[in-house]
């Protein structure tokens, strides 16, 4: 359905008919006008293709990919890179993959014609790693730009001019005629410099860029890239790279498509352009246009590493990669140390990466609420056993885990940081944290026993309880010990002998309110039997709940005891840990014994 436009092009508010009336019961919930000056502005214009195919269309394979960070990324900073800073960002794009790299407006300065002299010189550009420089379309730049590229393997000259309407109006004062012949004298200027400074050594490319695309009429737009391409003539073996800015983004991205795919129908030397998508995030959407006008024919995107760029930055390299890599699909681009890579374009923007940045962000694999926290304890528990169902290790079958679209190992995170514990927290974050830090696996009701002294202690202190004071706490409340001996008892060892009847008798060493003392007990197990024993010095404890664990393999394993026990009117859970299963039990049945006394 084609959205209906005025007179003027302009959407229509009064005939959406994509829209639906919302059900109103009661007047006083009708939105009010905000009494802001909207009639200042000017709705975007819509494409008439009524056959359009993108939205059927997938992204199957990683397009081809230019990084700007060291020309449009550079040119949007406060303070510029120094050299070394350029070098370390360009070295982390090589090692990256990257294999087009903006890396400068030569024609600016001395400060970008000698970084590019620079990575020549030094030999620091694979051969399979082509450069791109950007100039205007001014006879002076263009030499200066070309000048820039001598000994290069592999370098593209970037030509742009403005098209848009306003700049034609506003800026240069020319019309449609002057506008396009700036384009053509500019292409031929670059074609003649490349002959004359460049030998047989570069394999020299050339990109036109009608500047600001999403602001040019279709018709206009189109009519210029073909004088551009009449020049250059492109053909097999000589590919022109055409890129549609969207220098400032002015519409929905489904409508940027739109503009895409009309270019690419109508562009009559198709099979040979590569047809570039430069999307600015000033609506919030570069990501999706990106991603639409590959579906709508685009072959290659240009962005920024994390969206650095002009005013809201250009379009996020990481999360189109990224976004492909959560696919299935492979981005070519190597995002496995994100940490590294988000370090390292720290220092070289001197800009913070916001922590919930996209699959980058200090946050973005952590979960504090309580409901998350129990999806995603219960995906890993799903994960193990599904991998070992099928034979196979956890990173051998599909991802599945609720609330994370990739496992964080995949970009060189840990598990340590999913689950923090806040006010907001639940048992299955807590339990988490025990199962990955610890290797317990506590039992669901002593889970909830247990988050209930997390969550006092978030709400008496506020803020986040990290896992080394969960597990401080844990320790404090489930693990008397030597170095933390609370409570009556304090086990030193334990025998057991078993009749002929089966009857087990149990001996206890032990310290009894600071005595030491021998219990003796009998029953039908040794937890029965010291259940018995507790009886000589007035605990009445009864079992109501058991279970156990090895927390690793090998013959010097650790066993994981919990027993939930029904102690003098209290229903308290204690644990035990040992590398005999028996001692564990006992601790175990002494660790809730002394909660209750506490």
Request: aromatic share 8%.
């Amino acid at each position: 359905m084609t959205t209906p436009v005025n007179p003027a092009g302009a959407v229509n508010p009064a005939e959406n008919a994509v829209g639906r009336p919302t059900p109103v019961t009661n007047a006083t919930q009708l939105q009010k006008p905000s009494g802001m000056p909207v009639d200042k502005y000017r709705g975007y214009e819509a494409v008439d293709i009524a056959d359009r195919t993108w939205p059927d269309n997938r992204i199957a394979v990683a397009p081809r990919w230019l990084s700007t960070d060291l020309r449009d990324g550079n040119q949007a900073l406060i303070d510029p890179m120094s050299p070394a800073r350029k070098r370390e960002m360009f070295d982390l794009l090589v090692r990256m993959g990257y294999k087009e790299i903006e890396v400068g407006f030569p024609s600016s300065g001395e400060t970008d014609f000698a970084f590019v002299r620079s990575i020549i010189e030094e030999g620091a550009i694979p051969e399979d790693v082509t450069i791109s420089v950007l100039t205007q379309a001014r006879e002076e730049l263009i030499e200066r730009t070309v000048e820039s590229l001598v000994g290069a393997r592999r370098a593209t000259v970037h030509l742009y001019n403005a098209t848009a309407p306003t700049f034609r109006r506003v800026v240069f004062r020319g019309s449609k005629e002057q506008v396009k012949q700036i384009a053509v004298d500019g292409t031929r200027l670059v074609m003649e410099y490349a002959e004359k400074i460049l030998g047989p050594e570069t394999i020299f490319g050339y990109q036109y860029s009608p500047e600001i695309f999403t602001d040019t009429e279709l018709d206009f737009a189109l009519e210029v890239c073909e004088a551009v391409c009449d020049v250059w003539q492109p053909e097999e073996g000589r590919e022109i790279i055409l890129n549609l800015p969207a220098t400032v983004e002015r519409s929905t991205p489904s409508t940027h498509a739109d503009r895409f795919e009309w270019m690419s129908r109508n562009l009559t030397r198709r099979e040979f352009v590569c047809l570039s998508v430069h999307p600015h995030n000033d609506r919030g959407t570069a990501v999706a246009a990106a991603e639409l006008a590959i579906m709508a024919g685009a072959d290659r995107i240009e962005g920024c590493l994390f969206g650095q760029g002009e005013r809201t930055g250009n379009v996020d390299l990481v999360t189109l990669g990224m976004n492909l890599f959560s696919q299935g699909v492979d981005p070519q681009i190597d995002f496995s140390q994100i940490d590294e890579i988000r370090r390292t374009s720290e220092y070289c923007n001197q800009m913070e990466i916001h922590p919930r940045h996209p699959y980058a962000g200090d946050l973005v694999y952590t979960a504090f609420s309580g409901s998350h926290q129990d999806a995603i304890k219960k995906g890993f528990d799903a994960m193990e056993k599904d991998a070992a169902a099928q034979g196979k290790t956890v990173d051998e079958i599909e991802w599945a885990v609720p609330y994370l679209p990739i496992d964080p190992k995949d970009v060189g995170r840990s598990y340590e940081a999913v689950i923090r514990v806040n006010s907001q927290s639940g048992k299955g974050g807590i339990a988490y944290v025990l199962k990955n830090d610890h290797k317990l696996d506590l039992p669901r009701r002593m889970q909830i026993e247990f988050s209930r002294i997390i969550q006092a202690k978030t709400d008496a202190e506020g803020g986040e309880v990290t896992p080394t004071q969960i597990w401080s706490t844990f320790q404090d409340e489930y693990l008397p010990n030597a170095d933390n001996a609370w409570g009556r008892i304090q086990l030193r060892s334990g025998q057991t002998t078993t009749d002929t009847d089966g009857t087990d008798t149990l001996t206890v060493e032990a310290t009894v309110d600071g005595a030491d003392t021998v219990l003796t007990g009998s029953g039908n197990g040794p937890i029965s039997a010291f259940f018995e024993a507790l009886q000589a010095i007035g605990i009445d404890a009864r079992l109501l709940d058991y279970t156990e664990h090895t927390m690793s393999e090998g013959a010097s394993a650790q066993a994981a005891s919990y027993i939930e026990c029904a102690i003098d009117g209290k229903v308290l859970w204690g644990i035990g840990i040992d590398a005999n299963t028996t001692r564990a039990s006992l601790k175990a049945v002494v660790s809730a014994v002394n909660r209750a006394s506490r």
